[in-house]
């Protein structure tokens, strides 16, 4: 019997830099809850800009990056923008989409658009 994958390894294209300049390329998200795209709307920062709250659900879903000890808003905000839209295509994919199309593709490269496509 197989158990649901709640847990997805990926490997950013081009890689998180923290500020002891140590580069961080895999990681781990983690199937998101009604919760973390709730909490964010909460957010004095959201009600600001809509935008942040994709910079706070994944700072939630992101479990793991490198060595990094926690994942944080800040985290995500210094990511590459091209880091940032692979993370928020993994999440449409791992939350909406099939993921079993992870299984077929090389480690950090981008997904086929028809993949990250929200019907």
């Given at each position: ?51 942040y ?12 990056l ?54």
């Amino acid at each position: 019997m197989s158990g649901l994958q709640t847990e997805f390894p990926f490997t950013l294209p081009k890689g998180y830099v923290d500020d002891d300049g140590t580069l961080h390329k895999t990681g781990i998200m983690r199937l998101a809850c009604a919760r973390d795209e709730i909490e964010p709307l909460r957010d004095g920062r959201v009600k600001e800009n809509e935008a942040y709250a994709t910079v706070i659900v994944l700072a939630r879903v992101v479990t793991q990056l490198g060595t990094v000890g926690r994942v944080t808003t800040k985290t995500i905000e210094s990511l590459f923008v091209s880091d940032f839209s692979y993370l928020q295509d993994l999440y449409r994919i791992v939350n909406f989409q099939d993921p079993s199309i992870l299984d077929t593709l090389e480690p950090g490269t981008p997904f086929p658009p028809a993949s990250v496509e929200v019907g």
